[in-house]
């Protein structure tokens, strides 16, 4: 009989349309890798892997375009306005030859320079948030161009059908299969480009001026414009999310940020939706896509709590495009321009600051390159990073206690800058997350306070205020979410797990990790200040200081909140709080038990062969644990490994919950693991094992499976 209790959740797997995958790769599918492995040589090899992209684009993404292009029959001026700063306004219907001969209408805007030759060009969809670009646009002397390309799902009065009109081209041409309201759209802004660049409709536009502009679900679409229109010259996609400014193999479930079974069904593929867990079989994602921009200027424009865009995704797509434009000799030609704050609003700060680059991009003002810094906050300088380390730091005492072994893995405690007031309540404008997207979630009846512990740390309680006493308190550890922490935002099902747990009856502690979410912008330059310390640590530590809020005071809050049993303190983490809980449960005694959901796989197994991509993910790519690297290609030889973490929990409480199918984890390593932790429980039910039929995901199934152990543990 084993010693503690094994549960595994199997189900079958229906394959339906799922067809046998032969590519997979953790990382980006390189933009200068051809599908077959080979490299891009020369400048004949890139125009042969743009196309390849290309292909590869409409066969996952958004369908094929049409083999032809319409001939334009007609451009019927509809109506027309002159205002009073000598400009005009016009609307234009261009009819194409096409077996229904279908139409649509253009807002065309034209400076009072009538006359002048070479001039500028703008396009853009017309939301109301995008006007303002238009008018900027116009006093800048562009030719301004608002083409159907309103999303599905919107509409403006002024500018009726704008979001439909797309659908009757589609069935125009049903043997092309495309499938992307987006692509389509994008498809027709290159028709009005045609009318407008054709000479004898006598515009003078000047060919080396085209730009085009979007944000959000419209800069996706701008991005498709330029992608498969070289001439447009300049485009700037503002907070474009998944899959083009960001990929999905760094924004799907374990992010909390959109993944391939969120987007709206007109924007791709169903099929796409196959790759919800198996996103890195997918040959091809937006890094690439961007790279067949160049040698044509690209700026993508982020927020820092952008909840569409994680800067973490955002930069590994800029820095694979670039390697691209750098191949070909224009490196300054792409762009990274952060901002901080939220996905919206679009202030006219943003708007002056895109036309600036634009007129740049142009020769239109007297900006350099070096007027649009730049600086990527997530690329590890490894090296730069070992010779700041002292000899000890480097090599571990031999036979330490496995206590000291972690303490030496995770580094010094990391202190924050002097002079910080130790606990303080951040205004609502301090905080990157806004405080209603964590209230949205909530059921009704239930309390949030926020509170503020150890080094200038923020969080909050959830519990429900009509109950006199708690099951016991549990602090939430959220996924790999850089944009909005422990705050949930795709793939909800019903409501978020802190308020879930708060309506069953616990006492809810959530905070956004070091790193994440309001303390993002707080990590950058984190390793220049605690060269002896690790990011991992740091969010060890935290937990720490959460329970000595929690029991010992060691903190304020806006309101008196309940009280905490000492005896039932427990975590829940998801993937990089469910790592995060493991080595805070394994080094304080005080923590009762643990919920780790998709948590880790074997580190001494975990080499670059594997489908994970090994453990540079951890101390390269997200540099959470920089001493990693140190055993980069001799990973048998790490000091310790999870099942040692795992034994230094007992006899207390553990879920392991390890989804077969999660692709950052090997399942058989972590069934071997839990096979070695096993032995150092001697009774039964104190160590729980799941392994379900599933990907790595956390949604209501999985609060299920938490509340049921939770129940169980309390007792």
Not at 148 to 156: K, N, R, T, V, Y
Not at 180 to 191: C, E, F, K, N, V
Not at 515 to 520: M, R, W
């Amino acid at each position: 009989m084993n010693k503690c209790t094994l549960l595994f959740s199997i189900l079958l797997l229906s394959l339906g349309s799922l067809q046998a995958q032969t590519y997979a790769n953790a990382d980006l599918p390189d933009a200068l890798t051809f599908l077959d492995g080979s490299q891009v040589q020369t400048r004949a090899d890139w125009e042969r892997r743009r196309n390849e992209i290309h292909d590869l684009w409409q066969t996952y993404f958004i369908g094929h375009y049409p083999k032809e292009v319409p001939a334009l029959l007609s451009a019927e001026l509809r109506t027309i306005a002159e205002e009073t700063d000598g400009s005009t306004r016009k609307r234009l219907l261009l009819t194409f030859d096409t077996p229904s001969k279908p139409s649509f209408e253009i807002a065309l805007w034209e400076p009072a320079n009538a006359h002048q030759t070479g001039r500028p060009l703008f396009l853009t969809q017309p939301k109301d948030y995008q006007l303002p670009w238009a008018e900027e646009a116009l006093k800048r002397g562009y030719v301004v161009c608002l083409y159907p390309g309103l999303d599905a799902h919107h509409s403006e009065e002024a500018y009726p059908d704008y979001q439909s009109v797309w659908k009757q081209f589609q069935e125009e041409y049903p043997e092309a299969g495309w499938a992307s309201s987006l692509g389509i759209q994008a498809w027709l802004a290159s028709r009005a480009l045609d009318y407008l660049l054709d000479e004898a409709q006598g515009y003078r536009i000047d060919t080396s001026a085209i730009g085009i502009a979007g944000h959000s679900r419209y800069g996706k679409q701008a991005i498709y414009v330029a992608a498969f229109d070289r001439r447009i010259k300049t485009v700037i996609a503002r907070s474009s999310g998944s899959p083009t400014g960001t990929s999905y193999r760094f924004s799907s479930r374990h992010t909390f940020m959109e993944s391939v079974d969120d987007f709206p069904d007109v924007w791709a593929k169903n099929t796409l939706k196959e790759f919800l867990g198996r996103e890195h079989e997918l040959p091809i994602e937006g890094n690439a896509l961007l790279a067949t921009i160049a040698p044509r200027n690209l700026m993508l424009h982020t927020a820092y709590n952008d909840g569409s865009d994680p800067t973490f995704g955002v930069e590994r797509n800029y820095v694979n495009a670039k390697k691209v434009y750098a191949f070909l000799g224009v490196e300054d030609n792409i762009y990274l321009s952060y901002r901080k704050g939220q996905h919206n609003p679009i202030t006219e700060a943003h708007t002056q600051h895109m036309f600036d680059y634009f007129d740049h991009t142009f020769g239109r003002n007297s900006f350099t390159r070096e007027d649009f810094p730049e600086v990527l906050h997530h690329q590890f300088d490894f090296e730069g990073w070992k010779a700041k380390q002292r000899e000890s730091d480097l090599h571990p005492k031999t036979n330490q206690p496995l206590p000291e072994k972690i303490r030496w893995m995770l580094g010094e405690h990391a202190v924050d800058a002097a002079g910080q007031p130790p606990y303080r309540l951040k205004t609502e404008e301090e905080l990157g997350v806004p405080a209603w997207s964590r209230d949205r979630w909530n059921p009704g009846g239930l309390k949030r306070v926020p509170f503020a512990f150890g080094q200038n740390r923020n969080g909050n309680v959830y519990f429900d205020p009509n109950r006199s006493d708690y099951k016991g308190t549990v602090i939430w550890l959220h996924p790999w979410n850089y944009s909005h922490g422990s705050n949930e935002g795709y793939g909800v099902e019903e409501t978020t797990v802190y308020w879930r747990l708060a309506r069953e009856g616990y006492l809810v502690v959530g905070y956004d990790q070091f790193g994440f979410g309001d303390q993002l912008t707080a990590a950058f330059g984190f390793y220049a200040n605690n060269p002896h310390a690790s990011l991992l640590g740091r969010a060890v530590s935290d937990v720490s200081d959460v329970i000595d809020y929690l029991l010992a005071g060691k903190g304020i809050a806006a309101e008196e909140i309940p009280s905490t049993d000492p005896a039932k303190i427990f975590i829940c983490g998801f993937a990089y709080g469910g790592m995060v809980g493991l080595y805070a449960t394994a080094l304080d005694q005080r923590i009762a038990g643990l919920a780790s959901f998709s948590g880790f796989t074997p580190m001494r197994t975990d080499t670059d062969e594997k489908a994970t991509g090994g453990i540079r993910r951890l101390w390269q790519w997200h540099q959470v644990l920089p001493k990693l690297g140190l055993y980069q290609g001799r990973e048998s030889e790490i000091p310790y490994d999870y099942p040692d973490l795992i034994r230094l929990i007992a006899p207390r409480k553990l879920l392991v919950y390890a989804p077969l199918r999660d692709r950052f984890a090997d399942a058989e390593d972590i069934r071997q693991g839990i096979k070695e932790a096993q032995t150092a429980w001697t009774g039964q039910g104190g160590l729980t094992f799941l392994a379900p039929e599933d990907v790595c995901r956390f949604q209501k199934d999985q609060q299920e499976v938490l509340v049921e152990w939770l129940d169980q543990a309390v007792r």
